[in-house]
């Protein structure tokens, strides 16, 4: 099977291709979480998400092989393991730091420590293993790839962050701010680490981690969403600019910063490894 890019099909090929992906699995992506309810057990419902993530790999998987006739590397099983590490390692320091720096500005308090609960942790890391698996292949399997492949790294990052940040105007407590600064940090983030490591494993763990630990673990909203249960109780005050509000800390001008600046980082390092 000849492998071909994104260059050797014709525009209207590519634009289809890309459409019929995006919005396919789009909806692919807005059913999945159902699997995961349809029992009230706590560990059927994780198997649910954990189930429907999979699902979802395996109809990228049988996309690109169809319509791309090519295997997707971007799904090594070889590389599952390190990228998706080094991506939750990532998305798990970007977010303590996020709370230090908050912490520090008086921002941020633990009012008290839940009671540990495994059952509750095993389902949230199921459901938002099931939430980063959808959205990267939406919008960096499909939407950065294409984009990049044909015109570009830049092109790439600026409409793939875009899209992804202005996708969130439909969350609660979402504003215009909102979504630009989660096109900032988390779209350019995200598209830097897909470009760095050509696997959906690394923005996959580190999207995990981003929305895993700011919720469960610091008691965050996420992303204007609040869970019903996190290890820390906490209790934010300050101004929207520095706390992000309602909306969390993905609003907040520290994290917006952060995220290019990790992005900068990631990218350097990445080219430093390369050249060594």
Not at 98 to 118: D, G, K, P, R, W
Not at 145 to 162: C, E, H, K, Q, T
Request: aromatic residues 18%; negative net charge.
């Amino acid at each position: 099977m000849s492998e071909l890019t994104m260059k050797d099909f014709p525009l209207w090929k590519w634009v289809l291709k890309l459409l019929a992906g995006f919005v396919v699995f789009f909806i692919i992506y807005a059913l999945s979480p159902t699997l995961g309810y349809i029992f009230e057990d706590v560990y059927a419902n994780a198997f649910g998400f954990t189930f429907a993530a999979c699902l979802m790999l395996a109809l990228y998987y049988g996309f690109v092989l169809l319509l791309e006739h090519r295997k997707p590397s971007e799904l090594s099983y070889k590389r599952f393991l390190p990228d998706s590490s080094w991506g939750f390692a990532v998305g798990a320091v970007f977010m303590c730091t996020i709370t230090l720096i908050l912490y520090l500005c008086n921002s941020y308090t633990v009012v008290e420590c839940s009671e540990f609960y495994f059952g509750a942790f095993f389902n949230y890391f199921c459901f938002y293993f099931l939430v980063a698996v959808g959205e990267e292949i939406i919008f960096r399997g499909f939407l950065f790839r294409y984009i990049r492949d044909r015109f570009g790294l830049l092109i790439a990052l600026v409409v793939s962050s875009v899209v992804f940040g202005f996708v969130h105007i439909f969350n609660d407590n979402a504003t215009v701010m909102s979504c630009l600064s989660i096109a900032i940090e988390a779209g350019l983030l995200l598209g830097v680490a897909y470009h760095v490591s050509n696997t959906l494993w690394m923005p996959v763990g580190l999207h995990l981690a981003w929305n895993y630990i700011q919720g469960v673990v610091f008691g965050y909203p996420v992303s204007g969403n609040g869970s019903d249960y996190s290890l820390f109780v906490s209790e934010v005050s300050g101004s929207d600019i520095i706390t992000g509000g309602e909306f969390g800390p993905e609003a907040s001008v520290f994290t917006a910063v952060l995220g290019v600046v990790a992005s900068i980082l990631l990218m350097s390092f990445a080219r430093k490894l390369k050249k060594g």
